[in-house]
């Protein structure tokens, strides 16, 4: 063989090695562009899954939104019914009264005069033996600890307090607040 023949020989294994140098690399790139058209049609399909989502989602958002709208609505005209009926009673109200002045108050029939109004003191000594009662009752009181074996078979009912018994009628029945024992000083 000749000098030319082996370098013909060698070139062309040169541009061999080269075409499948240059084959190999295109053959990755060609893979790599097929696997981001597949990333990229998994991510069409995750964003249309998204949009179904968001569009379920906004129909349910309209939903409640109605719905609050509705509650809302029918609470205003409640509200305002209310306000309308609270305005009435406030003009409808007695004026405040002044002090010193002399202001009837409406008796049950237990013997004494129902046309006499009633006194400036006697309203403050009512006064202030009703606010002696509630601050009282407000006072925190010793309980003993409950016993865990013992449990009522069925509901108590409710305990009276003692300033209930003054303020609302003993045991007696008569009615303390307006009898003579509190008008004279409550003892």
């Known amino acids: 063989m000749s000098l030319v023949a082996i370098g013909l020989n060698l070139l062309l294994s040169c541009l061999l090695v080269v075409a499948l140098w240059m084959g190999f690399r295109l053959n990755r790139r060609l893979n790599a562009l097929r696997q981001s058209n597949e990333g990229f049609a998994r991510a069409v399909a995750e964003l249309d899954t998204a949009a179904l989502r968001a569009e379920r989602g906004l129909a349910a958002l309209r939903e409640a939104t109605d719905e609050a709208v509705d509650l809302l609505s029918s609470r205003i005209e409640k509200a305002r019914a209310l306000s309308a009926k609270l305005e ?100």
């Open 88 to 187: 009435r009673q406030v003009e409808r109200a007695p004026a405040a009264r002044v002090p010193g002045e002399v202001v009837p108050m409406p008796r049950r029939a237990t013997g004494a005069d129902p046309e006499r109004p009633v006194e400036e003191a006697e309203v403050q000594r009512v006064a202030h033996r009703l606010g002696s009662l509630l601050s009282a009752a407000r006072e925190p009181r010793h309980r003993p600890a409950p016993v865990p074996e013992a449990r009522p078979a069925s509901r108590a009912s409710r305990q009276r307090p003692g300033y209930e018994d003054e303020l609302f009628g003993g045991e007696d029945g008569r009615d303390n607040l307006m009898s003579g024992k509190v008008a004279a000083g409550g003892r």
